[in-house]
């Protein structure tokens, strides 16, 4: 939630860019903003209020009438809804009170919900301004094929021989131009995109940078196999279905798949522990202010429901335990940060 | 269930015509059809599966390329979408392949949820080309003020005071006022409604045909307030918040506000259990083809969050039982019917 949160800051001047050309270069009367892969969590309303702040404040400058925002929250069909609409009369109060006292009259914000896969179309053609996407992007439409070698492994490794290397890139580049496709029929014309993604600067994409975090799963997986508590067969034919990109990868793909300008391309570092960035720390959490416990659920949150579907529910209170003891280790010891690539995009008249 | 289902089915020809109209007249490229009160059962994608095959229809006929559709499905925070959402994907999947044999080729179709009262704005200005309405807008916004003296009787009733019958009217005029109000807003130039109230044919509020089956309601409470079961204060100050309009004042709103002509007015008839019309009959059911029970059951459906919040969970059981039994009764003896009115609107340009 922390890291998250501290993502969501760290891409939001580049959002506000983002807007800020939008808005002058189309002053649209109507304000189509989806937020893909939005979860259910307390930052799923925070970007949509802070785009709408943006436009507020230009508003404000031109002296011109505020436009009316639909917000679009998509996530997968799993994911809880409806806790996120129940939330919405309140957000839309406190959110009306702030933008009231900033601009004297606040715009109409209608949101909505879409469930889907952003691997596939998911709004009609021309119908959206701009697109956001945080800590999404990193998660590929499937567990890649020809994964079989990858032994003790959960996800790519130093161990990791070349070919299961090459299947995850290879998937990356399928989901990457194929999300770029759909985004791309579906923005309006100098429609925008702003994506933040787990990444990683090292072109070696086994690179301790963005696998140590699952490696040190695996030692748990592969310690508990050791014990007996689980089957060898069961990890070794488990694979976690996500790609951490470098900025030169993101490039790639934008410039093959043919529909966008990059405006900005930057890469930044959140500490594995958010809190070690002196962001939003919180008394009441005090008790909680161990990097060891923060990170564990944080990946647990993330990582529970595929583990559940390989291992079972009975494993996973036992495997965040040594999860959450090899992980305060590392973190005693090492500087571990997570990497983000955040890109700023723009669709090609 | 049935009921609803059948009066869709009763709807379905005019929201056809007000679909190929919209679509002849305007010939968009997207369609924005908004469902509004989808509730979360098995209708809730029927009427946007007919409003879909319906464009098919007419694209097949003209050789015309099929319009990309967004349907919002719109109902109270409070609704389950979540259960909406996880049933898309095989709705679709369904609706593909019915498309796909009837024209070679299925248009894309995006579901969203819209959470909110239809009360109030939903959507941006222009943004909406069909609104359907299917048994919601007889559901009043509140409880009318000023039914203090409507002791006895949980809705209007032939023993109701007639200050208590203007309380009802007139917030029926201020909410279904409103409503036009925001719809005309959303509307596309042309943009269509097709809406279905339960409703009245008499002039008088108190009708037997639209107060009776609440009035066995309360004759059911009241049996259990005479034993002591349920608090007489409870009862006097609990009423439904629905208003059963007649077809003129339904016109009488409609130009007063202003913003629409009536295409259509329609008056019809679905008896309590709509198996008697010899629709939707399915043999597996048979064992609960017993009219006190299914009318029972769609209107506990219906009251039972008002009913829980007045009178706590614990009666519930016990109050349907009676219901039950008062209903089939009545069912036995009388030909017991509810009326509907549909009304086709389209916005003056």
Known sequence: MFVQEKVIS???????????????????????????????GPNTLLVASEL??????????????????????????????????????????????????????????????????????LFPRNSVHLFHSSYSLQWLSQVPDGLESNKGNIFMASTSPPCVLTAYYEQFQRDFSLFLKCRSEELVAEGRMVLTFLGRKSQDPSSKECCYIWELLATALNNMVSEGLIEEEKVNCFNIPQYTPSPAEIKSEVIKEGSFTIDHLEVSEVNWNA???????????????????????????????????????????????????????????????????????????
Chains 1, 2 share one sequence.
């Open 52 to 121: 709408i702040k943006v436009v507020n404040k230009i508003c404000d400058k031109l002296g011109s009438q505020l436009p009316e925002f639909q917000v679009f929250l998509n996530d997968l069909p799993g994911n809880d809804f409806n806790t996120i609409f129940r939330s919405l009369a309140s957000f839309q109060k406190i959110l009306r009170k702030q933008l009231g006292s900033a601009s004297g009259a606040a715009g109409q914000c209608f949101f909505t919900g879409v469930p889907g896969s952003f691997y596939g179309r």
């Open 275 to 349: 809190y070690q960035n002196g962001f939003k720390f919180n008394e009441a959490v005090d008790a909680f202010n161990d990097g060891g416990y923060n990170v564990a659920n944080c990946m647990r949150a993330v990582a529970e429901p595929l583990l559940v579907s390989q291992f079972g529910e009975a494993i996973i209170d036992e495997l965040f335990k040594r999860y959450r003891e090899i992980v305060a280790d590392r973190m005693s010891k090492e500087k571990t940060k997570f990497i983000n690539v955040t890109v700023s995009l723009t669709k090609i008249g």
């Open 10 to 40: 760290i891409a939001k001047p580049i959002t506000e860019e983002a807007m800020t050309k939008l808005f002058c270069s189309t002053s649209p009367t109507k304000v189509a903003i989806a937020d893909l892969g939005c979860s259910s």
